[in-house]
């Protein structure tokens, strides 16, 4: 039986594809679940328009982001902190005190988007990459310095 798969199902393929599967599964799995539909030609029709709908929307999440990462890419987080004699930190700079200071700036981003592997406990200039869209990655420039 073909099939429009509706959701990505793993081992099978990922969604708006269209895949030949045994009848019994067609019926007793992946349609009553509604992963997938029948492939009729009205269907695969309509596959088509809801693809170029899905494409225009995600153009348009990606050209938000790309403006987002311009706007991270003009600033500066400068944080004055207060640090040891040989530059380390009594504390850390964290991907919260991005965030922080992002929605400060009107930038909406969720924390676990900012890519900062662990806190930065030293003086000195950093860049930090911030993942906004698959396609679209921002850097932010951070500087630390003593307080």
Do not use: C, W
């Amino acid at each position: 039986m073909k099939i429009i798969l509706m959701e990505d199902v793993p081992a099978l393929g990922r969604r708006g594809e269209i895949r030949e599967v045994a009848n019994g599964y067609a019926r007793n799995f992946l349609l009553p679940k509604k992963m997938a539909i029948p492939a009729t030609a009205g269907n695969v029709q309509n596959l088509e328009h809801l693809k170029r709908q899905h494409e225009r929307a995600e153009q348009q999440v990606r050209d938000t982001a790309r403006a987002a990462a311009d706007r991270i890419g003009g600033l500066t987080l400068a944080v004055a902190t207060r640090a040891s004699d040989d530059g380390r930190l009594f504390g850390s700079v964290s991907a919260q005190d991005v965030a922080a200071f992002l929605e400060r700036n009107q930038i909406a981003v969720e924390r676990r988007r900012i890519q900062l592997e662990e806190p930065i406990k030293a003086l000195g200039e950093y860049e930090v990459p911030i993942r906004l869209h698959h396609d679209v990655t921002a850097t932010l420039k951070v500087t630390v310095t003593r307080e």
